[in-house]
Nanobody, 122 residues
Framework: VQLVESGGGLVQPGGSLTLSCAASGFTLSSATMAWARQAPGKGLEWVSGIYADGSRYYASSMKDRITISRDNAKNTMSLQMNSLKPEDTATYYC?????????????????RGQGTQVTVSY
């Protein structure tokens, strides 16, 4: 199993980014998947998740500004982020959630990518 994130970068406040997660070794559409982030000096924070049935969930801190999606043909998952704020600066990770657990169960991520850095600043 491998997860590879991409799409991070430097963006000004109010800007947008779309993060991508390429999965290999399993069928992403059959799994419970999540995005999480870790800001400097802070712990891992759940951001969003999608279940195999397509149901999607968002953390309250970002829910009006993000959209999670997946491309079953490409075995990828994306996170579109709009109206970014400096406090959104973090390393963003995609993760595969162990079966039977919730997208927000950080301790039950059985695979996680290396992360992609998002910096929101002038």
């Amino acid at each position: 199993v491998q997860l590879v994130e991409s799409g991070g970068g430097l963006v000004q406040p109010g800007g947008s980014l779309t993060l991508s997660c390429a999965a290999s070794g399993f069928t992403l559409s059959s799994a419970t998947m999540a995005w999480a982030r870790q800001a400097p000096g802070k712990g891992l924070e759940w951001v969003s998740g999608i279940y195999a049935d397509g149901s999607r969930y968002y953390a309250s801190s970002m829910k009006d500004r993000i959209t999670i999606s997946r491309d079953n043909a490409k075995n990828t998952m994306s996170l579109q982020m709009n109206s970014l704020k400096p406090e959104d600066t973090a390393t963003y990770y995609c993760a595969k959630v162990a079966p039977e657990y919730r997208v927000s169960d950080l301790d039950e991520y059985d695979y996680r990518g290396q992360g992609t850095q998002v910096t929101v600043s002038y």
